[in-house]
């Protein structure tokens, strides 16, 4: 069945009008799409999929402006499918995270792609950290997740190198995959079920129901914007999103050399369980056994500053360190406390001193490459002067704005995908 209220008698239906862009540029609109997604990551894939699944009447299309879907966030990073027991009951996070690994899990063994069920030991270092994993194992239970409390002995059974204070708590479904491999799977699904995914096309502007994209011009019935690091621009120039604010994070791992002695499970810290804006330096497991050390959440200084100059825009990292010079002088979520210590993070023997408090016989020698550089679109809300914690979705009748989809959201992505689709629908019908 088609959406409601969707304007267009039939999929695939072309309208032909002019419209003036600029002075000079007058495009023809010859394009229509019912459903437009902006952004080809993990997020606006499965939505897009989601959507043509529920609507298999309507013309889904994704535009992406990069050569390939997946070549920001979705590819670049850990791979860490999670359980879902760090984060608060009443969030979207703890809603989807337990339901998106069963599902991602399931699809990785459908479709033999690379899957580690090496679980994930959460480790104690003091005290009182022995009481918070007590507290986050309640919260795991609370979210369904299965988590088990263990003693020293008992953790080293399972990881013979941790290092742990009386306990640790063990989360068995915590497994990793292969990012890209994962990502190529779900673009061959969503053009199989007829979503037409448009590469090298990014977003330019809106005109009402007039979309710009590359060098054509859309009508489209609703757009979904899943653009991630952009999302903030995309949505204020509909409208929404307008007290929020996209702060790039750089995230950098520490890979280890080939042949080093591998890990058994993934080891993290303890958290703080107020603030999952960064799960603490740990350690974990790729698909292919290779352990990595991070990762860092250092302040970019512009949207995609991946390494060196690459990708640089002189307006946007104006904006980016005007932004950021404000969080230093007000001090915001203690981004000063935070910049600093990630910052220090550039040095690979401060990583590996500071991992060795998780894993013992950890020797600098071994971890001597940075792998893949990722970004994190961490939202900002301006007026409240805080990071914003959870998923964050906007929009109305005519388009709906992913605000907020850091991580978890590769692991969520399934749930969260219907879930946005289902925001469509009751929008659409009002």
């Given at each position: 069945?088609?959406?409601?209220?969707?304007?267009?008698?039939?999929?695939?239906?072309?309208?032909?009008?002019?419209?003036?862009?600029?002075?000079?540029?007058?495009?023809?609109?010859?394009?229509?799409?019912?459903?437009?997604?902006?952004?080809?990551g993990?997020?606006?894939?499965?939505?897009?999929?989601?959507?043509?699944?529920?609507w298999?009447?309507?013309?889904v299309?994704l535009?992406?402006k990069?050569?390939g879907?997946?070549?920001?966030?979705?590819?670049?990073?850990s791979?860490?499918?999670?359980?879902g027991f760090?984060?608060a009951?009443?969030?979207?996070?703890?809603?989807?995270?337990?339901?998106?690994?069963q599902?991602?899990?399931?699809y990785?063994?459908?479709?033999?792609?690379?899957?580690?069920r090496?679980?994930?030991l959460v480790?104690?270092?003091?005290?009182?950290?022995?009481?918070?994993?007590?507290a986050?194992?309640?919260r795991?239970?609370?979210?369904g997740?299965?988590?088990?409390?263990?003693?020293e002995?008992?953790?080293?059974?399972l990881?013979?190198?941790?290092?742990?204070f009386?306990?640790?708590?063990?989360?068995?479904a915590?497994?990793?995959?292969?990012?890209?491999?994962v990502?190529?799977?779900?673009?061959?699904?969503?053009?199989?079920?007829?979503?037409?995914v448009?590469?090298k096309?990014?977003y330019?502007s809106?005109?009402g129901?007039?979309?710009?994209v590359?060098?054509?011009?859309?009508q489209?019935?609703h757009?979904?914007n899943?653009?991630?690091?952009?999302?903030?621009?995309?949505a204020?120039?509909?409208?929404f999103?307008?007290r929020?604010?996209?702060?790039?994070f750089k995230?950098?791992?520490?890979?280890?050399?080939?042949g080093t002695?591998p890990?058994?499970?993934?080891?993290?810290?303890?958290?703080?369980?107020?603030?999952?804006?960064?799960?603490g330096l740990?350690?974990?497991?790729?698909?292919?056994?290779?352990?990595?050390?991070?990762?860092?959440?250092?302040?970019?200084m512009?949207?995609?500053?991946y390494s060196?100059?690459?990708?640089?825009r002189?307006?946007?990292?104006?904006?980016?360190?005007?932004r950021q010079?404000?969080?230093?002088?007000?001090?915001?979520?203690?981004f000063?406390?935070?910049?600093?210590?990630?910052?220090q993070?550039?040095?690979?023997r401060r990583l590996?001193?500071?991992a060795?408090s998780?894993?013992?016989?950890?020797?600098?020698?071994?971890?001597?490459?940075w792998?893949?550089?990722g970004i994190?679109?961490?939202?900002y809300?301006v007026?409240?002067?805080?990071?914003v914690?959870?998923?964050?979705i906007?929009?109305?009748?005519?388009?709906?704005?992913i605000?907020?989809?850091?991580?978890p959201?590769f692991?969520?992505?399934?749930?969260?995908?219907?879930?946005?689709?289902d925001?469509v629908?009751?929008?659409?019908?009002n």
């Amino acid at each position: 069945m088609r959406p409601p209220n969707d304007p267009f008698p039939a999929s695939g239906v072309t309208a032909r009008r002019t419209i003036q862009i600029s002075r000079r540029r007058v495009l023809t609109v010859a394009n229509t799409a019912d459903i437009l997604v902006i952004g080809g990551g993990i997020v606006g894939l499965t939505v897009a999929l989601e959507a043509r699944r529920r609507w298999p009447e309507s013309s889904v299309v994704l535009v992406e402006k990069e050569p390939g879907c997946g070549m920001h966030a979705s590819s670049r990073n850990s791979g860490v499918l999670h359980a879902g027991f760090y984060y608060a009951a009443d969030s979207l996070k703890a809603r989807f995270t337990v339901e998106g690994n069963q599902m991602l899990t399931t699809y990785c063994e459908e479709r033999g792609l690379a899957l580690n069920r090496c679980g994930k030991l959460v480790v104690a270092r003091n005290p009182d950290e022995v009481l918070a994993l007590e507290a986050l194992r309640r919260r795991g239970i609370r979210n369904g997740c299965t988590v088990e409390l263990l003693d020293e002995r008992e953790a080293r059974e399972l990881e013979p190198r941790v290092r742990t204070f009386r306990s640790a708590l063990f989360s068995p479904a915590t497994s990793s995959v292969d990012p890209g491999e994962v990502m190529e799977s779900i673009v061959n699904d969503a053009v199989a079920a007829g979503v037409v995914v448009k590469t090298k096309a990014p977003y330019r502007s809106v005109n009402g129901s007039t979309v710009v994209v590359g060098n054509e011009a859309w009508q489209v019935g609703h757009v979904i914007n899943a653009s991630g690091l952009y999302a903030d621009r995309v949505a204020h120039d509909f409208g929404f999103g307008v007290r929020y604010s996209v702060v790039p994070f750089k995230g950098l791992y520490l890979l280890a050399n080939p042949g080093t002695e591998p890990l058994r499970r993934h080891v993290y810290p303890v958290p703080d369980m107020d603030n999952q804006f960064h799960l603490g330096l740990h350690l974990t497991v790729a698909v292919d056994g290779r352990s990595k050390i991070g990762p860092t959440a250092i302040p970019a200084m512009w949207r995609e500053q991946y390494s060196g100059f690459e990708n640089f825009r002189a307006r946007e990292a104006a904006e980016v360190v005007r932004r950021q010079a404000a969080l230093w002088w007000r001090d915001d979520f203690s981004f000063r406390h935070l910049a600093v210590g990630e910052m220090q993070k550039y040095s690979k023997r401060r990583l590996v001193r500071m991992a060795s408090s998780l894993v013992a016989d950890l020797d600098q020698r071994n971890f001597q490459k940075w792998g893949t550089p990722g970004i994190r679109a961490q939202l900002y809300d301006v007026q409240a002067q805080a990071l914003v914690p959870d998923f964050t979705i906007e929009g109305d009748s005519r388009s709906t704005h992913i605000l907020n989809a850091v991580s978890p959201a590769f692991t969520c992505c399934f749930p969260f995908a219907a879930h946005v689709i289902d925001r469509v629908d009751v929008a659409s019908s009002n």
